[in-house]
């Protein structure tokens, strides 16, 4: 893949934007040293040292859209927690309603008022009538799967070559080569994954279709844009024909939400008119918070009743203690009421589409066989002329050493991207002059590796 610039020009100038990382970061190596004789890796979730620096970056404080180290320097941020602070740091809506509700409770394995509230809203908003509620997206997806299973009778679900679904073990599996396997990089994984799991290419419907056919899988899970292994979009009609072909199967469609939330109010799903079964939010529908919800249509609801109330009493393996708590309700009501408003996302998707413009210009300007994929309020620069239309596609024009050192060298002068890819997301908070920011770092970092 010719990325139009040198993989040695890029790893010197990694090396030495590195080396200015360290003198600047004083502070946070010193507490690096520390936390590495207590945590594994040296930090909370091993996740958190996957950046593209020597050494983490330890917060003080963040707010809005802005970081401030432990070294007294400050970021704005466009990775914004990878979605999860997508309408801000700290959102005083919601840092009111946790001190608010975090001196009556906490948690009580018992409903509060906001649970009225929290149905209702997420209802009305998205279109379906009944929720649960979940820690994570990742927990939520996997409950998702197993309530899938059980209202079908099925054991086999689908998912998209590339797809990203937090920690589920039922996704891990890839097709190499055109077959299907699960994915080497699965730890601890002591049964074959591909024995319940099918998985095609997105946008391939002829392959969806092939997997379908034999009326055994029980349920898609699907983002309705992939956005994990480098953005990848639907194609026109690809989803609307897709329902078909669930309807003819008798399979559900579950839909994961939880990147794709920044398309509108409603979500990709509600902005596209695709009628999910099923239909997950994770990260930031509490701003940022550790929950999730669920939702179902009345159909799917009524089946899963049926379907719980037919089995033996006991463990549903489907909930946890914590699901549902009084902290996170509240959160919950704080967003969906006062954040995720017409006017937060008008000013989100305006913003986004002139970081996209800007990011377009310089590519174009630079002679760089590059592009830009958009959704919503967030965009990625892609290592590629056009935007991939499958995760193979998109997992090929991956380039981790060449994405490091722009991320280094931005991160170096003030500015963060979402580190496992190339995604750039605005919130509520972010202005122009932010972006205007960004767009001169990013073309100064590629000018200077073009020139090197």
């Known amino acids: 893949m010719d990325t139009g610039i040198c993989p040695d020009k890029a790893a010197a100038l990694y090396a030495a934007e590195a080396e200015r990382y360290r003198h600047t970061h004083p502070q946070s190596g010193r507490l690096a040293a520390r936390t590495h004789g207590h945590w594994l890796y040296g930090v909370p979730l091993h996740w958190m040292q996957d950046w593209s620096m020597p050494h983490p970056l330890f917060v003080e404080r963040a707010q809005g859209v802005h970081i401030r180290d432990v070294d007294g320097l400050d970021y704005v941020d466009f990775c914004l927690g990878d979605t999860g602070a997508m309408f801000g740091h700290s959102p005083p809506a919601v840092a009111h309603a946790l001190a608010q509700q975090a ?5 009580t394995m018992l409903p509060s008022a906001d649970a009225a509230a929290v149905g209702e809203l997420l209802s009305q908003r998205f279109g379906l009538p009944y929720w649960q509620s979940a820690l994570s997206a990742s927990d939520a997806n996997r409950f998702l799967i197993r309530w899938a299973r059980a209202i079908t009778g099925r054991s086999q679900i689908l998912v998209f070559n590339g797809c990203y679904h937090g920690t589920v073990d039922d996704v891990f599996v890839d097709l190499v080569d055109g077959v299907p396997q699960s994915r080497d990089s699965l730890l601890g994984q002591v049964y074959p994954l591909t024995a ?12 969806l279709e092939a997997a379908l ?6 349920c898609v899970l699907a983002e309705p844009a992939m956005t994990n292994i480098g953005m990848v979009l639907p194609e026109d009609g690809f989803w609307a024909a897709a329902q078909d072909l669930f309807r003819r199967y008798g399979t559900l469609l579950i839909m994961d939400e939880t990147h794709t939330i920044s398309s509108g109010p409603g979500g990709y799903c509600r902005r596209h008119g695709i009628d999910a079964d099923m239909l997950v939010l994770g990260k930031p529908v509490a701003g940022g918070l550790p929950t999730a919800v669920y939702g179902m249509s009345a159909a799917v609801a009524e089946r899963a009743m049926a379907t719980k109330a037919a089995a033996p009493p006991g463990h549903s393996g489907i909930g946890t203690t914590l699901s549902g708590n009084l902290l996170s309700l509240a959160a919950m009501r704080a967003t969906l009421e006062q954040l995720m408003s017409d006017a937060a996302y008008e000013h989100m998707l305006a ?3 002139y970081v996209a413009d800007g990011l377009e210009r310089h590519i174009a ?7 830009v994929t958009r959704l919503g309020a967030r965009c990625e620069f892609q290592f590629s002329p056009t935007p991939p239309v499958n995760g193979s596609e998109a997992g090929a024009r991956l380039d981790d050493a060449l994405s490091h050192t722009i991320h280094l060298y931005l991160l170096n002068r003030g ?6 890819h190339n995604m750039l997301l605005v919130c509520p908070q972010t202005q122009q002059t932010d972006a205007d920011r960004l767009l ?12 090197a």
Do not use: M
């Not at 056919?213 to 029980?218: R, S």
């Open 103 to 107: 001196a009556q409770g906490l948690t």
């Open 196 to 207: 319940h799991t099918r998985v095609v290419e997105f946008n391939d419907l002829a392959a």
């Open 213 to 218: 056919q034999d009326g055994q899988v029980a």
């Open 351 to 353: 913003l986004a589409d």
């Open 365 to 371: 300007d630079l002679q760089l066989p590059w592009c």
């Open 415 to 420: 500015v963060l991207i979402t580190p496992f």
């Open 440 to 451: 001169s770092v990013w073309r100064e970092a590629v000018q200077t590796l073009k020139a």
